[in-house]
T-cell receptor
Framework: NAGVMQNPRHLVRRRGQEARLRCSPMKGHSHVYWYRQLPEEGLKFMVYLQKENIIDESGMPKERFSAEFPKEGPSILRIQQVVRGDSAAYFC?????????????FGPGTRLLVL | AQKVTQAQTEISVVEKEDVTLDCVYETRDTTYYLFWYKQPPSGELVFLIRRNSFDEQNEISGRYSWNFQKSTSSFNFTITASQVVDSAVYFCALLSSNTGKLIFGQGTTLQVKP
């Protein structure tokens, strides 16, 4: 049973470009969570999604960031017009059908570097 | 407010020593879940254990053991006979039954020297 998949593992962007981070949950998991790990701030929740629905985006910056989890395909975290402060590790986690009280299993992360 | 505190930023031990990583949490929820995750130098986050607020039994898994004490709001993690491969950052996390989000502590960096 494959784990949570994230790609790319490393992403380099110049200021002003767009970054697209992909996450495929574990088989049978329908809940996806995104977290960001900034160098001096630890791991912080960004957004919680189920298929085609955003459940909680309270941790997502109001501008430039968006997330989706379509009926088919991976979840996407999109960062528009990246700035240097967006450089971080972005982790995706998934949990099973029974949802938000289940253990969240994490992917390997995407390391975003903004030049 | 919900909060997780890992007061130890870095710990360094010599192989075969026992080491305990502290975790203190704050929540007003009566139902909640506590977790430990390991982040080795390769960077991924590995799930280690989950505990719910109604189960205060301590747990042992090989060289790992966890001590959950509701009275002191603590969920400490002990590694017995540490090994170099245990070197990693360890995160304690709280999951409220009211939300789907994990609240992480700042992490403890454990270095095990040969």
């Amino acid at each position: 049973n494959a784990g949570v998949m994230q790609n790319p593992r490393h992403l380099v962007r110049r200021r002003g470009q767009e970054a697209r981070l992909r996450c495929s949950p574990m088989k049978g998991h329908s809940h996806v969570y995104w977290y960001r790990q900034l160098p001096e701030e630890g791991l912080k929740f960004m957004v919680y999604l189920q298929k085609e629905n955003i459940i909680d985006e309270s941790g997502m910056p109001k501008e430039r960031f968006s997330a989706e989890f379509p009926k088919e395909g991976p979840s996407i975290l999109r960062i528009q017009q990246v700035v240097r402060g967006d450089s971080a590790a972005y982790f995706c986690a998934s949990s099973p059908y029974s949802g938000q009280l289940e253990t969240q299993y994490f992917g390997p992360g995407t390391r975003l570097l903004v030049l | 407010a919900q909060k997780v505190t890992q007061a130890q930023t870095e710990i360094s031990v010599v192989e075969k020593e026992d080491v305990t990583l502290d975790c203190v949490y704050e929540t007003r929820d009566t139902t909640y879940y506590l977790f430990w995750y390991k982040q080795p130098p390769s960077g991924e986050l590995v799930f280690l254990i989950r505990r719910n607020s109604f189960d205060e039994q301590n747990e042992i898994s090989g060289r790992y053991s966890w001590n959950f004490q509701k009275s002191t709001s603590s969920f400490n993690f002990t590694i017995t006979a540490s090994q170099v491969v245990d070197s990693a950052v360890y995160f304690c996390a709280l999951l409220s039954s009211n939300t789907g989000k994990l609240i992480f502590g700042q992490g403890t960096t454990l270095q095990v020297k040969p």
